[in-house]
């Protein structure tokens, strides 16, 4: 499973992908507010993520965080390789030690191929062909001031 910090780098990066430029940049307090995140938690991953090259940043008046469009060729990979340390897909599913293809937990040849398939999705696809694939499929980032029985999410 990804962690919360994992979870908010990757809406934050889609977040600045299709909000942000060079001339339009975020301050952590209005990424933490846009998405629902909290903000201590948002300025430490923001910080994380453009000391290693996820995305740029600018001080001073106008500065904020944004993509460049550097930033916006990494992957989700690279970002759960920063944000985890670890390979968040290795580990069991259902959390056994020794789960493996020779010795597979009850779920494994189940989850195992959606793991490996997602994981290559994950270092295939760019930021920026992941935020607009987003933006084609209509996917919200935040379900914030969204009228939930109006999309008929609740049934």
């Known amino acids: 499973m990804l962690s919360n910090a994992s979870k908010y780098a990757i809406r934050s990066i889609l977040f600045l992908a299709e909000n942000s430029s060079n001339n339009r940049k975020f301050g952590a307090k209005d990424i933490a507010n846009e998405l629902e995140i909290p903000l201590s938690f948002m300025a430490k991953i923001l910080q994380k993520m453009a000391k290693s090259g996820i995305i740029s940043s600018a001080k001073g008046p106008g500065g904020g965080f944004y993509t460049s469009r550097e930033n916006l060729q990494n992957n989700v990979e690279k970002i759960l390789n920063i944000m985890e340390h670890v390979n968040v897909f290795e580990g069991c599913f259902l959390g056994l030690p020794r789960c493996s293809d020779e010795n597979p937990c009850p779920v494994h040849h189940i989850v195992a191929p959606f793991k490996k398939a997602l994981m290559e999705k994950f270092k295939k696809q760019s ?29």
């Open 127 to 155: 930021i920026a062909e992941f935020a607009l694939e987003i933006k084609l499929n209509g996917s919200y980032l935040s379900l914030k001031g969204i009228d939930l029985k109006s999309k008929d999410l609740l049934k």
